[in-house]
């Protein structure tokens, strides 16, 4: 199985195509950035046309994505909600299922305790995925960590298509 997962923003979106067979490989990760200069409008084109490109490119199955997490600016989580809906048409229109993980189901997941530290999921992540030990920045460890996590919920029976 094939798949993409997001760690959904605007100004940094953590973006990771992984495959499992029998072990979890890194085919691609990237943290796509876009200028805060840039009108919002314009840096949420940029978020949907990467999203199309690499979903074109790597032909994955469904996407994996973090559900929206409420922070104390809601500016900011309107903003983050936006990206979401841009990321998420694009996925539907390209075919792809879509599934969405709690930060508490991805730290489960990945380290197996809810209250685990950015840290203790960089070290996860970087254990159980092939080509992981290099990656330096948060946001494409959390989208990492997101395709570990669908891997871990998805029905075995899915995996063997």
């Known amino acids: 199985m094939r798949i993409i997962a997001i760690d959904p923003g605007y100004e940094r979106l953590g ?23 840039m009108p919002f409008v314009n840096r949420l084109e940029l978020v949907g046309r990467e999203v199309a490109r690499l979903i074109m490119e790597y032909s994955p199955e469904a996407l994996a994505i973090e559900n929206l997490f409420i922070e104390t600016n809601q500016k900011t989580a309107m903003r983050v909600a936006e990206v979401r809906g841009a990321i998420l048409y694009q996925a539907r229109l390209l075919g792809l299922e879509i599934y969405e993980y709690t930060p508490l189901q991805i730290k489960v997941a990945t380290t197996g305790y809810g209250k685990a530290t950015k840290t203790q999921v960089m070290s996860m992540v970087k254990k159980l995925v092939s080509g992981a030990d290099f990656i330096k920045q948060d946001d494409e460890v959390d ?8 891997f871990a919920y998805v029905r075995p029976q899915k995996m063997l298509k």
């Open 143 to 150: 989208a990492i960590a997101i395709g570990l996590t669908h």
């Open 15 to 37: 973006i990771a195509v992984l495959k499992k067979d029998k072990k979890e490989t890194l085919l691609f990760s990237e943290c796509f950035k876009t200028k805060a200069s």
